[in-house]
């Protein structure tokens, strides 16, 4: 099975996977009646104590008692992730929350036919003692972290980098934005992921933009 791009919205904290149930969506303005009729009969639905799970259109919605998420493998839903999940945790205002995350996952052509022994000729070149195996069974990826704190929250990005198995000429860039929650009682989660998700978005875009012209321009 080839890998495909996946975006989502991931909230971590004590969730009631009953109450989210396609009604409760109606009620938020997020379904409208037919996909709520749409929902309802879907065999994909599930609404019980330790799982709901919802989808819309392209999107799914899981949550569990300690985890609530929506996801897409279609970046054109970036806007509308956003959308529903601000809309949630605004409702869910009194959740304990204790960290948020955005996935921005990319598979894009590479440029280059050999993108799996060009990986492995970079891990090399690193002098790391990783040139044991034989360079036709090796495979590299890389990662890299970077930390900051803001007023609200303790931001951590990381990207990680990889050749995918198909296509074969293709490249993973894996964007994930971290922020530990330290805001203590009642508040207002949507403004939090409204005003960091966009930002993180588009540096997402631009480091696949950076690795893209790297891959392209080193032969």
């Known amino acids: 099975m080839s890998q495909t791009d996946n975006f989502s919205i991931v909230v971590l904290g004590g969730m009631n996977p009953r109450v989210h149930h396609p009604f409760f969506y109606q ?9 709520v009729k ?16 919802l ?12 985890r609530w998420q ?42 280059r036919q050999d993108t799996e022994p060009h990986f492995s000729g970079l891990a090399r070149s690193l002098r790391l003692g990783l040139g044991d195996a ?12 970077a930390r900051d704190t803001e007023p609200e929250a303790k931001r951590v990005a990381s990207v990680h980098v990889a050749p995918v198995a198909d296509p074969a000429d293709h490249v993973l860039v894996k964007n994930n934005f971290n922020y530990q929650i330290t ?7 949507g403004p939090v992921l409204r005003a960091r998700y966009e930002r ?20």
């Open 134 to 145: 034989k360079e036709e069974d090796a495979s590299a990826s890389f990662s890299y972290v």
């Open 55 to 66: 989808d819309i259109e392209d999107m799914r919605i899981i949550c569990l008692p300690d």
């Open 27 to 35: 009620s938020l303005g997020i379904l409208n009646e037919a996909q």
């Open 183 to 189: 805001l203590t009682g009642k508040f207002d989660l």
């Open 70 to 111: 929506i996801a897409s493998p279609n970046e054109v839903r970036a806007a509308r992730l956003l959308e529903i999940a601000g809309g949630v945790m605004t409702a869910l205002d009194h959740t304990p929350t204790g960290a948020i995350g955005f996935n921005f996952d990319f598979v894009r052509a590479s440029g």
């Open 200 to 219: 993180d978005h588009r540096a997402a875009q631009g480091q696949l933009e950076r690795t893209l012209d790297s891959l392209k321009a080193v032969h």
């Open 38 to 53: 749409t929902a309802v009969e879907a065999a994909t639905t599930m609404c019980m104590p330790q799982i709901a799970q």
